[in-house]
Every structure is written in C-alpha cells, then in structure tokens.
C-alpha cells in the first residue's frame, strides 16, 4: 500500500471558518484525506512508503477549482472576434471535427497546464466526454465533466450524448471524474431543451453546468426569441438550483441575481475571458452582497491564452475596484476563498481548505523569489496580496490531487510533458486541416 504525504515547514494557510494559518506549519494525508494539520514540521514517526515534502520558504495551501472551463485545442487561434462570431466563426466548426484521439490530447494539453499551475479540479464542458475522462484518469487531476447540449439542428452534442457519456465515464479515475449535464448556450437551444437538461439531471442524480447572460447579444436574443431573458427563462424551467454552476452571468439584472439567491445557484466568475471577448464586467459585488457562492474559472484558451487561474484571481481582483472606482472592493482573502472554497462548494466536493477529514487536494507554492519579495515572516494578510496579485503558476512546485503527488518540483507524475505537447499540436494541425479542406 502506498504510504503517506507529509507536506512539513512550509506557510500553511488552511483556508478554514477560523482562517487559520502556521508559520511555519505540516499538512499528512493518508489515502486520499488529511489526516493531520498543525504547528511547526513534522516530528512524527516516519514509515517505509511515506513520502515527506520539504515545504521551507514555501506556502502550502488547497488546491485551485477551476469552476468553468472548457478543454481547448486552439489557444491562439482567432483572437480578435466578439463572442457570437467567435464561436460561429472558429469554435463550433472546431469542436464539430473532433474525434476522440484529439479531444484526448486537448484535455490532456489542457490538464496539465491547470496542474502545473495549481489547479486541482476543473469543471470542463466540452465534447467526446468518455476521453476527456481517460485523460483526467491518466494524468491525475479532479475533473467534473458535462457536454456542450445544444438543439439537434446545430450539430453539437444531444442529451443522449450526455446521458451515454454519464454511463460511460462517471466515477471514472477512482471517482476523481464526474459527469454532469452541460447547456451550451440559449442561442442554440430553447426552453424545451432547458426543461430536458434538468429532467437528465433529476434522472442521473447529477448536476448542471450552464453559460448564462455572458453577453448583450446573448440577452436581447432571448428576448427577441422568448420575451425573457436567459437566466429568467432558466428559471421557470427548474435549471437553477444548489446542484448548477452558472457561467458568466456578466449581464444579470437585479431580479435575476436575487433569483440565483434564492434556488442557491452558484455563478463562476471569469473576468479575463469576459475581458478578452469584449463582453463586459460582471455584477461581482451585488452577486455577493446577495449571498451567492462564486467561484472562478478561465474559461477556454482560445478565449482567454491562459490556464493560470492566479492571473484570473488578479482580474478578479482588480476590474471591479477599475470600473466602480472603490479600491476597497474584492479584497485578496475574499479572493482566494473564491479560487478554492466557493468552487469546492459549488462542486459539492470536500475539499477547499486544510482540515482534517477533508479530501487531500493541495499544493505548494515557492516565495523565495523576486516577484514574492518582500514577504512579512508570519503575516497572513501578506500573503493573501502574493497569491492574488504577485503569483503566477509557475511558482507552483508540486500539485496534489486525492492524496496523489500528480506534480512534484515541476514535473508531471503522471504524464510525459513532451509526449503531450507534441501529441496536442499534431491534434490541432489534424482538426485545422479538417476545417479547411
């Protein structure tokens, strides 16, 4: 049986109700929970098969949920289009001449970019969900899946896709993988198939992963097609509710934010990609003053160029104060609470912070370096400013994952880098040469 992970003398900063935090401090994980979470190093015994991680000049922290993502081939490929026409133009067409070895090798691109940056589980909407599942299962990370739902006409994925890739993948990875139902976007769909996804969900026992009001073209559609907005209409078809994670929301009103509130939805924030595509600054502050759970996600490559969900969390924390001019808003500890306990929340999983019992993601991040200089010894609030607005994924040192060291001074456990690279650009090459032909 393999042994323990002992995390000792590092900054550890739990993330628990009490904010607790030792400088210097040890995490151990037996299995895939934390057994042990205290004061100075590790003095215990050791066993044969534990595995001990020197964590000095570091801090130990959980690990990173990225709550709306989607696996991408094309990172860098048609930068410049409003959303709508981006899609049209680039994304469908793409993702239409997948075929499962490419969306193999993008997820498995996709992933270990995220691990290497400290992300421990991502929330992914894409296609071919059976190998986005043997790539999450392969290379280590925790990864709820759901597939991109649109009306039969567009020639995406159905609810049979998603209901066959439920059957196929769910528990896959030791149960690391999950599959929920995905809902693409109102433009290609209706409330017929908003009333089926929750019908599907109900059935598996699932959740729902869905894009809401991410754009004003998005919102006047509905209107036009529905005489209501998106979110609205997702309501009065049962889609909202504790078990979705909306994405976007940048364009809610007020009765559609009190309607989050209310059926206890919880909204991923992605302020770079809304930045990136011109489509606006999401409503953060009502979202929270309204006491919605909000986490954080990327997005997509190709609409974002970056998994680094530190430079998210930099977004996040800084367009508001920019657009309300408030320098008092979205501080750095509300922040990272938002990159790893709301996330876990939304997701429903036990992890998020450092305690005892709670399921062992985690990972370590080096502060010996310039761009975390100066670093107060023992200041938590110091701290919280690096991981915000210093840090970056490459200060990332070892990535955890069920109690599994899936990254350990920056390299893949589980995975050859360089196969993977490759892998990914011959996929790319062969999809592109498909849209062109």
């Not at 044969?48 to 000095?56: E, K, N």
């Not at 992963?209 to 509905?222: F, G, K, M, P």
Request: charged share 20%; aromatic share 6%.
């Amino acid at each position: 049986m393999p042994g323990r992970v002992i995390v000792t003398n590092g900054s550890v900063v739990t993330l628990d109700d009490a904010n607790t935090a030792f400088f210097p401090g040890h995490v151990v994980t037996e299995g895939n929970r934390i057994t042990a979470v205290g004061e100075g190093p590790y003095t215990g015994p050791l066993g044969p098969t534990d595995v001990t991680v020197d964590a000095t000049g570091q801090v130990v922290m959980p690990g990173l949920v990225d709550l709306h993502y989607h696996t991408a081939l094309a990172k860098g490929f048609s930068d410049h289009l409003p959303l709508w026409e981006y899609l049209d133009q680039y994304w469908y067409p793409l993702i239409r001449q997948l075929d499962d070895d490419a969306a193999y090798w993008a997820a498995m691109v996709s992933y270990a970019e995220s691990l290497r940056g400290g992300v421990t589980t991502v929330n992914d909407m894409y296609r071919k969900v059976p190998s986005l599942a043997q790539a999450a299962a392969r290379i280590g990370i925790r990864a709820v899946l759901s597939n991109d739902i649109v009306s039969p006409q567009n020639n995406i994925d159905t609810i049979d896709d998603n209901r066959e890739a439920y059957r196929l993948a769910h528990g896959a990875g030791d149960g690391r993988v999950e599959v929920y139902v995905g809902f693409e976007w109102l433009p290609l769909g209706d409330a017929d198939l908003l009333a089926q996804v929750r019908a599907l969900a109900n059935e598996l026992g699932t959740g729902i992963h869905i894009h809401l009001n991410e754009s004003l073209t998005e919102v006047e559609d509905a209107l036009k097609r529905f005489g209501k907005r998106p979110a609205q209409l997702a309501g009065e078809q049962g889609v909202l509710g504790s078990d979705c994670v909306a994405a976007h929301c940048v364009w809610l009103d007020d009765d559609e934010i009190a309607t989050m509130a209310a059926t206890g939805t919880s909204i991923s924030h992605n302020p770079s990609s809304n930045a990136k595509l011109g489509n606006g600054v999401a409503r953060l502050p009502e979202m929270l003053a309204a006491g919605i759970n909000v986490g954080v996600g990327h997005d997509a490559a190709e609409c974002n160029n970056s998994r680094d969900l530190f430079q998210v969390m930099k977004f996040a924390g800084t367009i508001h104060r920019a657009v309300r001019q408030d320098s008092s808003l979205t501080p750095a500890e509300q922040v990272v609470r938002m990159a790893t306990r709301n996330g876990s929340r939304a997701l429903h999983h036990e992890t998020g912070s450092l305690e005892v019992g709670k399921v062992a993601d985690l990972i370590v991040i080096e502060t010996r370096l310039p761009e975390m200089t100066p670093l107060i010894p023992g200041n938590l609030e110091h701290i919280y400013s690096h991981l915000v607005y210093a840090a970056n994924a490459s200060m990332v040192t070892t990535t955890i994952v069920d109690g599994r060291i899936v990254m350990r001074d920056r390299k893949l456990t589980f995975a050859d880098e360089a196969e993977v690279v490759a892998k990914a650009n011959e996929a790319f090459l062969r999809v592109l040469r498909r849209i062109e032909g």
